[in-house]
């Protein structure tokens, strides 16, 4: 069975730092590309980050560059998003998933991880 | 890339066929566009990828059509538990992989 389970969730201050973390079983997670997606309270989906299977390929929406960090470990089937100088509106429950093959695109996700930032 | 999905909340009863649309700012690389729905509370699910290509095990009731900067996901007889909110998503033309700001279905 394909699992994909979210750890890392909690609150920060606005200019602190937290770390999200997908762990991955069940398929081989170095085959894919990655991506974390976030969606703010009663809001749609954002996409935030993507990570290419080998991890030589980083692409970042404009609201995140510079501040959070898409990385991966393929030989511990993890997936990870380093978080920094936090702002209020990163308050949202983040998402790993949505393992990609070229056009192939995989109905995986994290279970989610809510991410509260306070001033 | 910019997606615009209309219309923003659709009125629809079980049983009628719907169409939604999904309008790119310029054409989506490859056609790489995906329809996600999502209920309240849950996690995203990929019902399209590439345009045209259903995921596992959705229904065949759901499909998708379009390429360029034209997309639509069609439901052919709505069923009740299709009310829910529908994104796209492009995946194709980098450095972002924008979605859409959803279709209510209710």
């Known amino acids: 069975e394909v699992k994909l389970v979210q750890s890392g969730e909690g609150s920060a201050q606005a200019g602190g730092s937290l770390r999200l973390t997908c762990a991955a079983s069940?398929?081989?997670?170095?085959?894919?590309?990655l991506n974390w997606v976030r969606q703010a309270p009663g809001k749609g989906l954002e996409w935030i980050a993507y990570?290419?299977?080998?991890?030589?390929?980083?692409y970042y929406d404009d609201s995140v560059q510079g501040r959070f960090t898409i990385s991966r470990d393929n030989a511990g089937s993890t997936l990870y998003l380093e978080m920094n100088r936090l702002r209020v509106e990163d308050t949202a429950v983040y998402y790993c998933?949505?393992?990609?093959?070229?056009?192939?695109?995989?109905?995986?996700w994290g279970q989610g991880s809510l991410v509260t930032v306070s001033s | 890339i910019v997606l615009t999905q209309s219309p923003g909340t659709l009125s629809v009863s079980p049983g009628e066929k719907v169409t939604l649309s999904c309008r790119a700012s310029?054409?989506?690389?490859?056609?790489?566009l995906a329809w996600f729905q999502q209920k309240r509370g849950q996690v995203p699910r990929l019902l399209i990828y590439?345009?045209?290509n259903r995921a596992t095990g959705i229904p065949d009731r759901f499909s998708g059509s379009g390429s360029g900067t034209d997309f639509s996901l069609t439901i052919s007889r709505l069923e009740p538990e299709d009310f829910a909110v529908y994104y796209c998503?492009?995946?194709?033309?980098?450095?972002?992989?924008?979605f859409g700001l959803g279709t209510r279905l209710e």
């Open positions: 590439a345009a045209s």
């Open positions: 310029q054409s989506v690389s490859g056609d790489y």
């Open positions: 998933g949505s393992p990609s093959v070229g056009r192939f695109l995989y109905d995986y």
């Open positions: 998503q492009q995946y194709g033309s980098a450095p972002s992989f924008s």
């Open positions: 069940g398929f081989i997670l170095n085959n894919y590309g």
């Open positions: 990570i290419s299977s080998s991890g030589n390929t980083i």
